[in-house]
């Protein structure tokens, strides 16, 4: 196994040179941080990642969850695991002290989190999946709700889930089938239906599991407006001597103290039964259920916010997923290139083209430049991705402590570049995880080696938290003309600004010059494509996923643009030893993105100004 799975110095590089996370502490709410803070939560979960789930990596994948009594049986690593991130706050360490959170930003917390991601995938969701559930009920739901389910889910004692799929509504949840039935109690329903594909759906490892659940209340109205957001907990509460209904204590004012606090409870079963666990390509470590619920007409679940607007409240957390799924995808990524660079640094295969000396040693492999291309390729997509990722939870920091149109803008930038920051990392770090293997030949197919794996895990990314094709509609179809385009305006903006500061030094100068001219490239594409929505939106939309992949590839030259004037302005400060190494390593791999990938979306550009509508006017009988 590969010993290196992340890179330390890039982080730090990305958080404190590129984009300044220090600054956060100006902010009241952030106050009380500092770098050290910060350092100290990076370390944390270094040590974490490197006791606890590095090595369970293989073994994870080999001995994936089995369904057994009804119950998902995970790896007995996993338990240690599980205690230690509830132990040590890693759970709610983002939300406020009010709460028992400790205000870490996000931006620290993303990066930790890619730490765990990058030394094994499946162990890394378990917690996430938990903070993410209880930040839907933190945000919309009741005192009552909070006071009963967040505790044990802070601790990790419950684990936390988000059931939205089912058999015949994946991307479109306006046809979900899952109903809600009102009892006496107006924020108390029945429910019943299935869903599928659901992570962490059931495990042993955890008292209770607590799904957000999308359902439709019956007699509401159709599609997506009609859709409501429950907590349907595995096992519910049920006070002693109140057993008659078996339900949740009656709700109170959210100024009343919740009465089960005091009095005796036990845990219930609330019909909610494990029908299966899927056996995956990749990612096996974490369980995936199938959920049927409701089969007995006794299955609970409890209103979180207001009727019909469940799927509004659901994309707060399918957001921050999102952007967790980019992270996801990179880490692996970069655990990958890490494993791939280890290998071509020791194993000896030929010599140098140029000498034809067969009596002279064997060089390693890393002296090919074809090697040397695929490691670029890697490097240039793994650490673009993060710094694009690193600057959206930067973003999402400064919105949340900033006012009026300061805090509009950031929430603009955001909501624009969310679509890409999940999409390209997802879609790039299959074909990353694929050149992995290929470095290491024969010996990448094999299961000796861990690339194989992270060829696997890679793949699940552009699928779940929305495919690539539902970003390509988001993107194209909402957020470009969102608020008259103002995110798009703002987004250009910041790209000019990064232009302008790399015109300042002569070595970037070329690149700045590229950029602006793909940037304007660009533009043109993106204004005729929207001449078209009025006259036919099917054509308008067609090619939306082509869309997507040319402005990811902007987005991220413009990322190792910004990534360029550091290390430049590092080098020309007097860097030398390791930190020179770094930045020349920087600076190279800025104009490997230029002249090996940026260039690709001449093609991408060529096709989106065709008025050749070959895949509309297909015809599924003619395949």
Known sequence: MATQFYSKRNLQFLLYEVFDAQSLTQYEYYQDHA????????????????????????????????????????????????KKFGEDG????????????????????????????????????????????????????SEELKNTFTPKMYTGEWQGTMALTEPDAGSSLSDITTTAEPTENENIYKIKGQKIYISAGDHDGCDNVIHLMLAKIKGGPAGAKGISLFVVPQKRLEDIGDRESGLLSEYRTPKTEHRTTNIEHRLTNNDVITAGVYHKMGYKGAPIAHLMVGSNDNTFGYLVGEPHKGLSYMFQMMNEARIGVGMNAAAIGTAAFYASLEYAKERPQGRVISDKDITKPQVQIIRHADVKRMLLFQKAVVEGSLSLLVHCSMLSDLAHVTEGEEKEN?????????????????????????????????????????????????????????????????????????????????????IMKTIEQANQHETLKPHAATLMKYLGKTDTVTKHLLSLAGKDLEIFLSDATLYLELFGNVTIAWQWLVQGIKATEALQAGASGDDANFYQGKIHTLRYFYEYELVKVESLMKRLLSEDNVTVEMRGEWF
Not at 37 to 53: C, G, N, P, R
Request: aromatic content about 10%; glycine content about 8%; some cysteine.
């Open 35 to 82: 770098r050290e803070t910060f350092d100290m939560v990076l370390d944390s979960a270094e040590q974490i990642a490197e006791k606890y789930l590095k090595p369970l990596l293989t073994e994870m994948d080999r001995k994936e969850p089995q369904l057994v009594d009804g119950k998902i049986k995970i790896h007995e690593g996993m338990f240690p695991i599980l």
């Open 90 to 141: 890693w759970i709610n360490a983002g939300f406020s002290y009010d709460e028992g959170g400790q205000q870490i930003p996000s931006t620290v917390l993303g990066a930790a989190a890619f730490i765990f991601q990058a030394a094994n995938y499946s162990s890394s969701v378990f917690p996430f999946l938990t903070s993410g559930a209880a930040n839907l009920i933190r945000s919309f739901g």
């Open 410 to 494: 950031y929430d603009l930038l955001l909501d624009l570049l969310t679509p890409i920051a999940k999409t390209y990392p997802s879609e790039m770090c299959c074909l990353t995880t694929s050149a992995a293997v290929q470095i290491l030949g024969g010996a990448g197919y094999t299961t000796d080696f861990p690339v194989e794996q992270f060829y696997r895990e890679a793949r699940i990314h552009p699928i779940h938290e929305g495919t690539t094709a539902i970003h390509g509609l988001d993107l194209l179809g909402r957020k470009i003309i969102l608020k008259n385009g103002k995110s798009l305006t703002l987004l250009v903006a910041e």
